[in-house]
């Protein structure tokens, strides 16, 4: 039965009072105004991440640069999303929420403005980084703001509202993007989206309030700079996987092969090293509550549970979603366009329940729907091992809608469950986390996916298959992959629970 008797409790001296009232049939209606607003600059900022993939051919042509230089504009924001988010705990803490809010919607305007005017492929990378850094507070900034605002027994429905941003808007993204390309310039991009930032701006500059504590630690710059070696290190080694190839009989080309493999080595072993040491940074700094990313989090059973099992649905699920259009276009030969409205009723179907998943968490728990939902994503996983270069579309159509709905119902409780297994001093570091591991693991599930893909398609090809029997082989590689390394989710989606609808229990062992 669910809990009947769950309160807010007031906050501690110095801290700003949240709309929150005790036992709140609904959310506060200037909270959740304040969540709406970040809802929208999320969507935006997120539509944008991923409008940039599409437009890489036209801007190959357009800027008269090479295709390994065209990808320094999604890796470039990939980078600066690993660097930035970490940090992100720490200044949500130290900086109020409009001055938050003000910082990531100015510095991603900024960054769209930049983008639209940019004379040259330099300028405009550097555009995308000034986006990223915006783009990274966003999401952390949207979750800790909810976990402030909205009553425990309601946290779940309005997380579902923020898996429609996080299903809808990679979706739109692309398709949006290759139907402006087919009719205007890539320069569209960035001029349809600007204004929509500047006025999501001014309204939450007017609107926004200030909730929740604030520390006035100093940042550590070696944590800092620690973080940027650790995370982007790692990020960015995993960018290059597969991307050595397996050389050739051409010494130049296997130069650059050796060249490219060689950065992938020294990329991850810096991040590796940077990132222990930035961990025994925190540890000692957490003892004055100075860090960075304060690692008391994870003295939360529930909350360490629910981020491993977070952290291997993102790698399966982003290495899932870039594999299948590269066998859409590839072995089945659609376009680009044509691929992406395959996956848009997944996306919209995802958005839809969202709300209505949240709501089920709030009445039911997590058992409910993170079991069937974990059980779903495996089964299409597999399925997907049986692709052919014949299998028809409406199957892929109807497959792929189905793990959009599995994810739908395993999104929404593993958020809700994370941050809740949390007191609200650390909402904000647990948030930062959630965003970090995001980024990380996709990163990797992509990596890994990809270069699967594009070796055992090279192999097929070598041992004589056709050119789209050979690309299917090596999608049923990648996606065997991928549900292998998802089975584990069938044992932790029964061990996650609900927390209880008190946030002054304390997190478990933290003090």
Do not use: C
């Amino acid at each position: 039965m669910p809990r009947t008797d769950a309160r807010i409790t007031p906050p501690s001296t110095g801290a700003v009072p949240v709309a929150a009232p005790a036992r709140a049939d609904r959310v506060d209606p200037r909270a959740s105004r304040v969540i709406w607003l970040l809802l929208a600059a999320a969507f935006v900022a997120i539509l944008n991440e991923t409008t940039m993939g599409v437009a890489i051919p036209h801007l190959i042509g357009d800027l008269g640069i090479t295709a390994v230089q065209a990808q320094w504009l999604t890796t470039a924001f990939m980078l600066t999303m690993a660097v930035v988010i970490p940090t992100t705990g720490f200044l949500l803490r130290r900086f109020t929420t409009r001055a938050m809010f003000a910082a990531a919607m100015g510095l991603f305007s900024a960054g769209t403005l930049i983008a639209l005017l940019a004379p040259g492929f330099e300028v405009l990378v550097a555009a995308r980084v000034v986006q990223a850094s915006g783009t990274a507070i966003m999401m952390p900034l949207l979750m800790t703001t909810l976990m402030d605002v909205v009553p425990p027994h309601l946290r779940g429905r309005m997380m579902g509202r923020v898996s429609i941003v996080m299903s809808l808007a990679p979706a739109i993204g692309p398709t949006l993007s290759g139907v402006i390309l087919d009719t205007l310039n890539w320069r569209w991009i960035f001029a349809i989206v600007l204004p929509i930032a500047l006025i999501t701006l001014a309204v939450g500059v007017r609107w926004i309030h200030n909730l929740g504590e604030r520390t006035h630690a100093p940042i550590d710059v070696l944590s800092v700079v620690l973080s940027a070696f650790g995370f982007g290190g790692l990020v960015f080694g995993l960018s290059q996987i597969g991307g050595g190839g397996h050389g050739g009989a051409d010494a130049a080309a296997q130069a650059a092969a050796d060249a490219a493999n060689t950065t992938l080595v020294v990329a991850l072993s810096i991040g590796v090293v940077a990132l222990g040491l930035f961990l025994w940074r925190q540890t000692v700094l957490q003892r004055h509550d100075d860090a960075l990313l304060d690692l008391r989090i994870f003295r939360s059973g529930n909350f360490s549970l629910s981020v491993a099992h977070f952290a291997v649905m993102s790698l399966a699920f982003f290495g899932t979603i870039t594999a299948l259009p590269l066998y859409l276009q590839g072995p089945l030969g659609l376009s680009t366009t044509e691929s992406g409205l395959i996956v848009l009723p997944g996306a919209v179907a995802m958005g839809v329940l969202g709300p209505f998943i949240g709501r089920i968490y709030d009445r039911w728990g997590t058992r409910v729907l993170l079991v069937p939902g974990t059980i779903i994503v495996i089964a299409v996983l597999w399925t997907f091992t049986t692709l052919t270069e014949s299998t028809p579309v409406w199957f892929i159509l109807l497959t792929q809608t189905v793990l959009s709905i599995g994810l739908a119902m395993s999104f929404t409780p593993l958020f809700t469950a994370s941050l809740g297994s949390l007191t609200p001093k650390y909402y904000s570091y647990g948030s930062a986390t959630v965003s970090t591991v995001q980024q990380v693991a996709g990163a990797a599930g992509v990596a890994v996916l990809i270069s699967i893909m594009a070796s055992r398609t090279g192999t097929a090809l070598a041992e004589g298959a056709e050119t789209a029997a050979a690309g299917a082989a090596g999608a049923r590689s990648a996606f065997l992959v991928a549900a292998i390394i998802a089975l584990p989710l069938l044992v932790s989606a029964f061990l996650i629970r609900k927390p209880a609808d008190d946030p002054s229990q304390p997190m478990t062992g933290a003090h």
